[in-house]
C-alpha cells in the first residue's frame, strides 16, 4: 500500500472539472482523482481551516463516529474499475474494525477531517498512478517508461499494465494531459481550490 497526502485540488480550465491531487508520501508519484464541487469545497475548507457556521455533511459524519464510540483509523483508495475509484473508510468500535464503503472524495473529506492516513493500494497506483517526467514536467501515465526503481512498488511481482488496460485509462491520460500541473509537489504549494 501507498501512504498519499493531498497535494492540492486543481480545476481544469477546459471543463473546469475539480480533481484531488494526491502525492505518494516520500515518493514521486501521484494519483489524480475527479470529484464533485461540493466535495472539493469540502476538503478545501478543512485544508483551509475555513470556519463554517454549523456542521457540514462531512463533519456531520465524522462527529456522529465519534459520538458513538468509534474512531476513523485511516481511508484507502480500494479499487478502479471501468474508470471509477473506490475507497473504504477503516473505523474501529472498541474491539471491531469496520470497513465502510465510500467514494474516494467522501472519504478525503473525511480524512482531512480526522486527521488520519490516506492509503491507496498498489494495484490502483499501478493503474493510475503517475510520475511526472524530470526534464519536462509532463505526466508519464501507467508508469509507460518510468523504471523500477521510480515505482513504488516492484512491477516484477505483478502483471504489467497491459494495452488494454491503458485504452481503459485514456480518458485519465486525456485529462492529465488537459491539465497544468506545474508546481506539484513543491513546498508552499496550492492546497485549495483554485
Known sequence: MNEMEIDSIRVSLE????VVILKQKGGDRYLLIWIGTHEAEAIAVRLQDVQVPRPLTHDLLHNAIKDLGGTIEKITVSGLENDTYFARIVVRVGEKTVDI?????????IAVRAKVPIYVEDDVMEKAGVLL????????????????????APREHRA?????????????????????LGGLGEDGGARGAG
Open 15 to 18: 471543463n473546469y472539472q475539480r
Open 160 to 180: 504489467p499494465v497491459g494495452k488494454e488496460e491503458l485504452k481503459k485509462l485514456s480518458a485519465f491520460q486525456d485529462f492529465i494531459e488537459s491539465m497544468d
Open 133 to 152: 517526467d524530470k526534464e519536462t514536467g509532463n505526466a508519464i501515465v501507467g508508469n509507460e517508461g518510468a523504471s523500477t526503481a521510480e515505482a513504488s
Open 101 to 109: 464503503d465510500s467514494r474516494p472524495s467522501d472519504a478525503l473529506a
